[in-house]
């Protein structure tokens, strides 16, 4: 007879098995871990547990930078010029914005982006890493700068972008990343409604890899989540159950300043459907690991579900090659012990058999042992194995890093704190100062241009009073001697001066505070000053400009070296590009592959951050022409002549001349002994 227990009725003396626990496997290669822990209650849990802390965590560091968000709002809107509308009595007078920020920014941006980017198409050049390597770093430069202008056809606009959040807020975060469906690049500015990091941790990293998280805010439409059904879990339930959206777009202070500023207002029903998207990148506790991992994950705000998930991590090239050298050298010495091996019982089993035959002379068994005494060594080990005689031991695993997508540029440093200050939150202030007293002179002035009237009751019109030009107005029970008497016009005093004159103070401490004169922009010079005097000055503001410009730079070369990376992963073996050869006078087809890429790229700006005028940078190569054919030494030198013509050409704009002689002369016959130097 066969007997059932139930489960949860405890027998005396009977040992009921326990049930084993439930073994979530996944793998690190997984694209998206959302279908693999969705397999199983323990899976769905820690996705769960997952969504939960991404949620969380967002919510609390978004809401503690509220106060920043909305500060960053009101100084784009100053930046702009937008003003809050007059109230009565002053609802229709005139309404001023004096551009102090507007100014002043845009001089500045504007200069760096002539500077850095005053030819697109030759903006910066690679570095060799050896003297035969000349060959490979101008073809990685022309490529270089070709994907950034060409293929990738928003960056220089991108750029632009940059340049003014590095101004303005002082901040700035670009997110490079491989878009899969057009397959190319992209480099994208983000602004603080579009992008979270903490910043109660310090960090100077330019790239926020001691950051514990990264967020960037997407909203995607839903032909645009749609798009992503093929490679994200989930797509279909959202669409379906989330049929009227919820558009928040216009939910962000910077989102609603730019609204505001072309008169573009919340509609009461949304005009389409909008899905609010986090793209989480940062370190998150995984089942099965006791470190935390690096991961990246898309959540869907509005319903906490993942839609992918997957570790963000990656392995260096070199490492790569570091293990397949060393599992070759291993399969290598483990070739040679058996070969050693082998050798060694051979030469041992004929030693015994010959030992132990008595019929061979003793002679010929000495001679044979020391025959076998004299082996070759036991194959060396590698130095990197720790345990040669333990079969299993292998190289070390490949070692995988975090990928970090995120550029990070500061103009000005923070003492605490991650995000950086800017010129904007000072000058802004000074506009709005500005504002309010150019506001009190025009208001103080239109009153004084009106004029208000005190008549006694006995002073009575036949027709209602309306002040017009050419009017007769008829007075009626009241003399013309006391008409007089009976109406007074209330005096006002003129605008105040001395506001006019703060305004012109809070004007010059609006350039001085950024170290933006007016000399930047061509101002003439002061009353009697000499040209020597202007030249100064503005060398002086240039110097101070170049600082700034330089740390733009290095912020901008870090994105070119992301781009780099991401050339070395994701282009072809083989591609090809078009440019133009202004030797040839036509375009050139050129080729290129993943794997040059995958050297050392470091590269260099053109443009020597000077701001130079076009004749001080002429002036200078001429001078340089002058003495290398003036002095006997350097005219001997074919090298240093055709240089010095190349860059006076160049400093011309005469890119297509130059390109002409950059062809490199030979080197110059050394003499020989007792010849002594030709005159």
Known sequence: MKVELDKDVEVEGIDTPEEPEERLDWDDNDPNLVATFSQTEKGRVELKRIENEIKDTFDREWDAQEARREQIAKDHKTFIGMLSKKTYPFENCANVNVPIAYENIIRLGFRIVGELFGDWTNVVGTLPVGPDDQEAADLLSTHSNWQMTEQIQDFPAQMEKAVFQFLLPGDVTCHSYRDPDNKINRHEILSGDEFLVPNNITSSQPDYSDSPFICRIYHFTDAQLYAKKLLWEGVTEILEKDKDGEDDSLDFPL?????????????????????????????????????????????????????????????????????????????????????????????????????????????????????????????????????????????????????????????????????????????ADLNVAANVLIDQYIDAATVNNTSEIVVTSDVKFKKPFRSRPGAMHTVSSISANDLQRSIMVLPKGAANPQMRELVDTLVRWGQSAPQSPDILSGAPGKSGETFRGIATRSEHATKQLSVIARKFARFVARIYRQNARLNANFMEEQEFFNVNNHRLGMMQQRSIGRALYKRPYSVFFRSDLTFSSQSEKVQKADEIVQMALQIPVLAQNPQFVQRAVVKALEARGEHEMADLVKVTPPAPAMPLPGQGVPQ
Do not use: C
């Open 255 to 427: 989102k609603e300043a730019h609204a505001d500023s072309h008169s573009v207002t919340k509609p009461d029903k949304p005009t389409f459907n909008q899905h609010k998207i986090l793209y989480w990148v940062g370190y998150m506790q995984m089942p099965g690991y006791e470190r935390p991992r690096f991961v990246q994950g898309y959540l869907h705000y509005e319903s906490g579900k993942l839609l992918q998930l997957s570790i963000h991590e990656h392995a260096e090239s070199s490492e790569i090659e570091r293990f397949e050298r060393q599992t070759q050298e291993l399969k290598a010495y483990r070739a040679q012990i058996d070969q050693y091996t082998q050798l060694v019982n051979s030469v041992t089993d004929s030693e015994t058999g010959m030992m132990a035959d008595e019929a061979v002379p003793s002679t010929v068994k000495m001679e044979y042992s020391m025959v076998g005494s004299q082996l070759p060594p036991a194959p060396v080990a590698p130095a990197w194995l720790n345990d040669s005689d333990d079969p299993e031991e292998g190289p070390a695993p490949i070692e995988k890093k975090p990928v970090h997508q995120f550029t990070h540029g500061v103009l000005i440093e923070p003492v605490e704190g991650t995000l950086g200050y800017g010129f904007g939150r000072l000058v």
